[in-house]
């Protein structure tokens, strides 16, 4: 498995068909890591506007991308 630095210098290479694959895993473990500490957010009691907040986007897109549950719709 490759460490974080080496998808990070991955992305910055010469070749693009390497950046690019990079550049799709950096997106595929942020989106993980996301859903992650939107759970764990929403697991402490934080609003949707908090988590909104937080990541700097609204909180009718952050409810629609992570909302899981009919308690959370």
Do not use: C
């Not at 490759?2 to 998808?7: F, G, L, M, S, Y």
């Not at 010469?14 to 550049?23: C, H, K, N, V």
Request: aromatic share 2%; no cysteine.
């Amino acid at each position: 498995m490759a460490t974080p630095t080496d998808v990070t210098t991955a992305a910055a290479a010469d070749d693009p068909a390497t950046g690019l694959r990079a550049i799709r895993a950096l997106r595929e473990l942020a989106d993980r890591l996301e859903a992650l500490q939107v759970a764990n957010a929403r697991d402490r009691g934080w609003s949707w506007q908090q988590v909104a907040d937080a990541l700097g986007v609204s909180r009718q897109a952050v409810h629609k991308k992570h909302a899981r549950s009919r308690r959370d719709r």
